[in-house]
């Protein structure tokens, strides 16, 4: 589903990925792995199409990737920088406008996604008002109320409590259960062994 070949990124003098080869098919997942500032961020954003790679290409079912073409931003959800939130929509309201925005607006979907991130009892709460872990869950959420076949995450664990990471390994098993592909950067060891059918070191 996924492919990359030699992709290539400097900033400046420095070389922050060197000829990365990556496959992330169907039904599978890769977790990118490395040290802070090894580039786990930058790949990812080249594979959404939110950074350029210098040299290399990015294919998703074979056509190159570009974040403006309805049919890639219709197929990949991802969570990867610090999510801007619309600061008078609820937790609900966020869901279900995504949920809208990608034609699915299924409001079942969304309670599900609600309730399954322990975000019932915040749903009619302002994004100020969150901790920065039920903020974490919301961006999280916002991935699995809509249409998806590729997942990209960014560390997805951070700021999670415990039962917040089973839950993200449940989740993550059950998309590719449903033939979905994720790649995610992570640090968290265990996730990468629950979840990852591929590790990329960087
Ligand atoms: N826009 C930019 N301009 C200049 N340098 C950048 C830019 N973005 C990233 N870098 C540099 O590229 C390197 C890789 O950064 P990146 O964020 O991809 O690392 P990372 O592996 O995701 O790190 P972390 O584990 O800390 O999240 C770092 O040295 C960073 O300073």
Known sequence: ?????????WFGELRVLSTVDLHVAAGTATAVVGPNGSGKTTLLRC???LDRPD????????????????RVRAAVAGVLDDVDFFPDLSVVEHLELLAFAHGAPDPATVA????????????????ATLSSGQRRRLALASCFVRP???LLLD?????????????????????????RAVLLASHDPLLVDTVADHTLTL
């Open 1 to 9: 589903m996924l492919e990359v070949r030699g992709l290539s990124r």
């Open 47 to 49: 594979v959404a199409g």
């Open 55 to 70: 040299e290399g290409e990015v294919r998703l079912d074979g056509r190159p990737v570009d974040e403006t073409d309805p």
């Open 112 to 127: 599900e996604v609600l309730d399954a991130l322990g975000l019932t009892p915040a749903r009619d709460q302002l994004p």
């Open 148 to 150: 998806r076949r590729l």
């Open 155 to 179: 560390e997805p664990e951070q700021r999670l409590d415990t039962a917040g990471r089973t839950w993200l390994a449940e989740r993550l098993n059950a998309e590719k259960a449903a033939g």
